[in-house]
């Protein structure tokens, strides 16, 4: 039939396909696609059934790999907020990424914050066999995780397990904190202050590093230099009129960390209102380095940047290292540094 001749055509080749054009045995072909080539087969054998398959267009079928391997080459990765925020991007492509390079592929599924939506998330992707889940968070804090977690390998990404059960990828908050008010030190500042901030372990943990950093120069962070008002461009703007309005020059702070980048953009908008220059009165640093926003505000923001797309490379290497390996990966916290990024907000301390 004619129609069986075109469909005959474009149907996808098949490894048997392969070995005939490669004038070689099925299990041969199978060797080389499966891993197994080395000690089995010679070099000149192995070019020649890649060169065919090249030539066909093969591709070895995932599925029937995945079977014999009790694996699909497929993970899971449950958020929470992350598709509605500036920073998925980072984190999802680093997840991705590390995971094609390793022949898996990712299927995310975003909760919106439910945890019947992500129990039931966690649900659907074991049903679908996956070999491992990563859970990740939209911000650093203490999880309650999905039932059904410890059924699989399970890795977790900008966050930390309640109960301390499963390893987890985090930012070193800390060591971020202490670096953003460094830069400010080095430049000759030494009446600093910190705009901004939640009752988070975030806010915790960068206060933390603010200090350690103060106390390198002899200094000590006073109860009035610390205005906790929150993650939004208005908190910021009004923790700049506390710490800035009104007060001699004498005594103002000469350089403000900020709690993340809106924050230091709403620090920014009070400082003009004030008729302080930046840096020349005022120098800011940023935490977060947002993604089309830190560059572009007027001077563009020093910042500290968090290791979003690291997180995703590492907890995915992690995971996957535990599925090859057929074990449960360690149970223990990865921090990972936050980067500086340095730009136009920071400059020498005022006279």
Known sequence: MAGSGEGAGRRRPTSRDVARLAGVSHTAVSFVFNGRAEGNLSAETQARIRDAAERLNYRPNAVARGLRRRRTAVIGMVTDHIASTPFAG???????????????????????????????????????????????????????????????????????????????????????????????????????????????????????????????????????????????????????????????????????????????????LAAARLGLSVPGELSLVGYDDQEHMAAFLDPPLTTVALPHEAMGEVATGLLLDAVEAGTPPRVETTALPCPVVARGSVGPAPD
């Open 90 to 268: 980072a984190l999802l492509r680093g997840a991705m990424r590390t995971a094609w390079e390793r022949q898996h592929l990712v299927l995310t599924v975003d909760s919106a914050g439910s945890p019947e939506r992500e129990d039931a998330a966690v649900a659907e992707l074991l049903d679908r066999r996956v070999d491992g889940i990563i859970y990740a968070a939209m911000s650093l804090r203490r999880a309650r995780l999905p039932a059904g977690l410890d059924q699989c390998h399970t890795v977790l990404a900008n966050c930390l397990p309640a109960d301390g059960s499963l390893p987890a990828v985090i930012p070193s908050e800390r060591a971020g904190g202490r670096a953003a008010a460094r830069l400010l030190i080095d430049a000759g500042h030494r009446r600093l202050a910190l705009a901004g901030g939640l009752d988070d372990i975030a806010s915790g943990e960068r206060l933390r590093g603010y200090r350690d950093a103060l106390r390198t120069v002899g200094l000590r962070a006073a109860p009035e230099t610390i205005v906790r008002t929150g993650g939004e461009i208005a908190s910021g703007y009004q923790a700049a009129l506390q710490l800035l309005r009104g007060v001699p020059a004498g005594r103002r702070p000469t350089g403000i960390v900020c709690y993340n980048d809106r924050v230091a953009a709403g620090v920014l």
